[in-house]
């Protein structure tokens, strides 16, 4: 799923592609490729808001992965490796990956 990922157009941060793939219901994992030097950084699994927090926000929930080509920034909003549920901003670091910028975890009774 990398190595087909990384033939798509740039998608991240300037010359990075972002390969996802399924990994259950409601769950995407994903990779980040520089497409210069064929590097790979290590993604994670991002689930899905839990059911009751989704039931009440039909519609009103960010996207689950949000990046941009031109941008540094990647926003996860879901539970990263399926804990820890909350609205988390990254930002790449050149040789290094993702650097956590800000989380903020959903109350308890939604964890």
Avoid at 23 to 52: K, L, M, N, R, W
Avoid at 69 to 97: A, H, T, W
């Amino acid at each position: 799923m990398i190595r087909k990922g990384s033939e798509h157009p740039v998608e991240f941060a300037g010359h990075y592609t972002v390969p996802r793939w399924g990994c259950g219901a409601f769950c995407d994992a994903f990779a980040i490729v520089d497409s210069i030097s064929g590097h790979v950084y290590d993604g994670f699994v991002v689930t899905e808001f839990p059911g009751s927090l989704e039931e009440g926000h039909v519609g009103d929930l960010p996207s689950r992965m949000e990046f941009h080509p031109d941008s540094r920034l990647m926003k996860i909003n879901g539970c990263p490796n399926e804990r820890d549920c909350g609205f988390y901003d990254y930002v790449l670091v050149e040789g290094q990956g993702l650097k956590l910028l800000r989380k903020q975890l959903l109350p308890k009774e939604f964890q």
